[in-house]
DNA sequence: TTGTAGGCGTTATCAC
DNA sequence: GTGATAACGCCTACAA
């Protein structure tokens, strides 16, 4: 068996409530005391039990997060963030994917409950109003950090998706385009996804473009999708003159479509994605696309949510994370030349 | 408070052993008895107290994962097989990265060690040794996924470096280049970097290619070290005709700076990479590789834990997955028309 | 300032 | 088949 309280106290010579005041810091013990069990602790190296400590206190310092295709470069970022910041918080991660599927997150989601999780980061967008409810009914802390969550009762940290998509589509329209088809998401996509649908739809309505539906394919954030869903696009609309994807992989897909195809990018067709991911300054074009930190989103989830683990308070638990256009190689005003600089507009906070 | 086992009992009207027993599938419990319990448990919406369970049986169902680097599309890879294997088999995940520094890992193996986790997988590369050592004092079940651990008494699933690294330099010897640059991992990484090292020497010596320290450049498998390293390797070596970097995102970044100097892929320099990601078919030229599976990595990985949780039987505790040389546009045979073609050559495993 | 004792929610060992 | 009861290792009144 391991080593435990008890055996420190009697290495220690003092019972069992100092050696666990000491280690919980309780100020009340005296000095010489302290150093004494500290130094049994060390010889006998002991661990505290941590179940037997959850059992008693009924906290954790656990945090669940329950995400799907965390896989794709952005959101990877999005997890690296969240455990750089839990970690920072004295927080230890038990991570689940749901691959999208209900039962799943609603599987994860009790296992985290009977582990006494003080905490949950939600990053799952198919059926998010189904966890809530759970979630609610458990009277578990929880951020969601993948969208906007109009439910009041609910926090979330979020780029802000529909300016963004908005911003593109505008940059687009001000460099002369018209004739533009769209990459979205997924349709079981309800979060991310549909923001940046809106987003372009208010950009295409100021601009005074009709809002086609047929020009909007279904991809689903792969590479490989944007790759045929460019396909779907030359061959239906041959006359477009943008493409924007909702993600970046997605516009990556497209650009090397285009170029099997021998269509010049961006003399023939300007290509913009979503999300930033450092790929994109390394593919040929460079990609334009919005930026947004998925790491600097983790982070601002993780210190929502432990404040409202902690029952601070919050000003406002809907948080935008900034975004940016970043201009690149891969768009051109329409009859123009290309220019290769990279350019910094909007930077939004 | 929560629902415990006292509550379904008292509904059930049975004792608290019998719902332990229902709970457990015991089968000394009369049908009938069950369905009470059952019917209580629905009801209740009963939950177990994952901590008292593991304080009572020392066991956790909990895996631990320590990482570094986790955000490259490789390891994002193999985190996501060991998740849904790890499911597959029952235990939930607690994931931590430790930024490739020591007193991270030792930290995390302290907690994961109080959290009472039935094992650990390691893709960590540089401190492994320190931390073999804590590992096995811990008595933790381990399994190694990030490289070849000869210490016998470990078990590690990774694919064959060496042998990968040799295929690939072979394939370039006898397209006919002999003057080779390579870009290495950072000198810091034990394993995977080391190994290929080791499989390059081995192609080297064999095609009678001397072997030249200075042609190897040091990077970090970003594809911003790449472009560097490129730029480091076109101004000392300038004759070069083929650059392999240690991983795909590097090779990526050099693709970039060949381009930038109008150097032309594969017509002046052939350029290959390791891994296999995704993005090695959408980049242009598409990446000549390596390819291996990091969710299958992940995968064999659990299998292996699980068994060495279960006491079963192993037959061989070092595990190789697959790899495969996988030709693309990237690389041609010296003074000749570049072939387009996908070709999969040498598949192992 | 330190020690004693009860209990957190399970499981396991006994009896019945 | 079922039911008491004693641990598991820790925290926390309360007592000293």
């Known amino acids: 068996m391991d080593v435990t309280m008890k055996d420190v106290a009697k290495l220690a010579g003092v019972s069992l409530s100092t050696v666990s005041r000491v280690l919980n810091d309780s100020s009340l013990v005296r000095e010489e005391t302290a150093i004494k069990v500290q130094k049994a602790v060390e010889k006998l190296d002991y661990q505290i039990n941590d179940s037997a400590r959850i ?24 997890l690296k963030g969240i455990e750089a910041e839990a970690r920072e918080r004295g927080y ?15 599987n994860y989601l009790n296992i985290m409950k009977q582990k006494k999780i003080d905490g949950i980061i939600l990053i799952t967008t198919n059926y998010y109003n189904d966890l809530l409810s759970i979630v609610k009914n ?23 998706n529909v300016a963004g998509a908005y911003d593109i589509v505008e940059y687009l329209c001000q460099a002369g385009h018209r004739d533009i088809a769209f990459i979205k998401g997924p349709d ?12 372009v739809k208010l ?27 460019a396909k779907k696009i030359i061959n239906k609309f041959p006359d477009v003159t ?8 997605m516009a990556v897909g497209v650009i090397r479509y285009l170029k099997e195809q021998n269509i010049k990018v961006p003399e023939d067709i300007s290509v913009v994605g979503f999300d930033g991911i450092e790929l994109g300054k390394y593919i040929d ?14 982070l601002k989830s993780i ?47």
């Open 285 to 298: 074009p460079a990609l334009t696309t919005i930026k947004q930190s998925g790491y600097q989103l983790g």
């Open 242 to 249: 943008a493409i924007f994807a909702f993600n970046d992989e």
């Open 303 to 349: 210190e929502m949510l432990n404040k409202i683990i902690n029952q601070e308070k919050i000003e406002d638990n809907k948080v935008f994370i900034p975004h940016e256009l970043v201009v690149r190689e891969s768009t051109n005003k329409l009859n123009e030349l290309t220019t290769n600089k990279e350019v910094v507009k909007n930077n939004r906070g």
């Open 188 to 199: 079981l996509d309800l979060l991310a996804s549909q923001e940046r649908l809106r987003g």
């Open 138 to 160: 458990y009277q578990i802390p929880v951020v969601f950090a993948s969208g906007y969550i109009s439910d009041p009762e609910i926090s979330c940290v979020t780029a802000d």
């Open 92 to 106: 230890a991660l038990i991570y689940g994917d749901s691959d999208g599927e209900f039962e799943k997150e609603q």
């Open 203 to 229: 950009a295409l309505r100021l601009s005074d473009i009709e809002y086609d539906p047929s020009r909007f394919i279904e991809g689903d954030f792969t590479f490989e999708s944007g790759y045929s869903a």
């Open 55 to 78: 059992l008693r206190t009924n906290t954790s310092n656990l945090i669940g997060v329950i995400g799907a295709g965390m896989e794709r470069p952005f959101l990877a970022n999005l």
